[in-house]
């Protein structure tokens, strides 16, 4: 966290299991890092797991400073699983009438989804409207900057038409530097072009975001090795390229 803090202000968790907000709470806390905490509950895995994640949830926020919360995402990409909007829309509103319960309400609640799947009526019951969107599996590649102009697009006509008046975020987007998605070339040049770029081009076009992912994910055993070097950093927290280059538009 300490090496993150060096390049983000805030990140992005996907659940609570293994105590892992519990940690990331009393690391920022005790290490006084400048990191705000977007929160995850997992609820593809039914009822009993997104009422366990909300517990943890809620018992790690309530012994840390809430403060450093600043949201909580009901699931991800669940619409694009299989799971109805029905259900969805209810876990939304289980888990924002539990935290308004708890004291907590002050805390965001929202679903995060691809912006194939993110419905109006989804959007109506989320806080702000949290989109994952690649342009790196798209079937055409044509260069880096027409894939980012891509993504933007996207955000704009999820804004302009699904949205309603909420802010929209981008909840993931990157490049990977290794594997195979398709005709988009997966090099460490072309990962570097990506981020650079699409940190411009969101900044220019007023959109908050979570670059994915933080460091590579070697943990992802037996899945295509382009799913495992989305990384800024590698497995081991070191850095893939010189992150001064971020600051170039």
Same mark, same amino acid.
């Given at each position: *966290?300490?090496?993150?803090? &060096?390049?983000?202000s ?7 299991d ?8 009393q ?5 006084n *890092? ?5 929160? &995850? ?9 997104? @009422? ?7 018992? %790690? ?12 995402? =009901? ?14 829309? &209810? ?33 109506? =019951? ?8 690649y ?6 590649? !044509? ?18 038409? =699904? ?17 195979? !998605?398709?005709?988009?070339? *997966? ?7 990506y981020?650079q770029?699409?940190?411009? %081009? %969101? ?12 460091? +590579? ?10 799913? @495992? ?12 390229? +010189?992150? &001064? ?5």
């Amino acid at each position: *966290l300490q090496k993150v803090a &060096g390049v983000t202000s805030n990140i992005r968790l996907y659940s609570t299991d293994c105590s892992q907000l519990r940690n990331a709470l009393q690391a920022i806390s005790s290490s006084n *890092l400048n990191l705000g905490i977007h929160a &995850g509950l997992w609820i593809s895995d039914g009822d009993s797991r997104m @009422q366990s994640d909300l517990d943890e949830f809620i018992a %790690a926020t309530k012994q840390y400073d809430s403060s450093l919360v600043k949201g909580v995402s =009901v699931g991800n990409e669940d619409l694009s699983k299989g799971m109805s909007e029905s259900t969805l829309i &209810g876990y939304i509103n289980q888990v924002r009438a539990r935290l308004q319960s708890e004291g907590l309400g002050h805390i965001p609640v929202y679903a995060t989804e691809q912006d194939a799947h993110f419905t109006k009526a989804i959007a109506a =019951v989320c806080d702000v409207v949290q989109v994952n969107i690649y342009s790196i599996f798209d079937s055409i590649f !044509t260069s880096v900057d027409s894939s980012v102009k891509s993504v933007i697009q996207r955000a704009d006509n999820i804004k302009n038409n =699904v949205a309603g008046g909420k802010p929209v975020r981008f909840g993931e987007t990157g490049w990977s530097s290794a594997g195979s !998605t398709g005709p988009s070339p *997966l090099s460490l040049a072309s990962e570097i072009a990506y981020v650079q770029k699409f940190k411009c %081009a %969101a900044a220019a076009a007023g959109y908050d975001y979570f670059y994915f992912e933080a460091k +590579d994910a070697l943990w992802k055993k037996g899945q295509a090795l382009s799913e @495992q070097s989305f990384g800024i950093f590698g497995s081991d927290f070191v850095q893939k390229f +010189d992150f &001064g280059l971020l600051n170039l538009c």
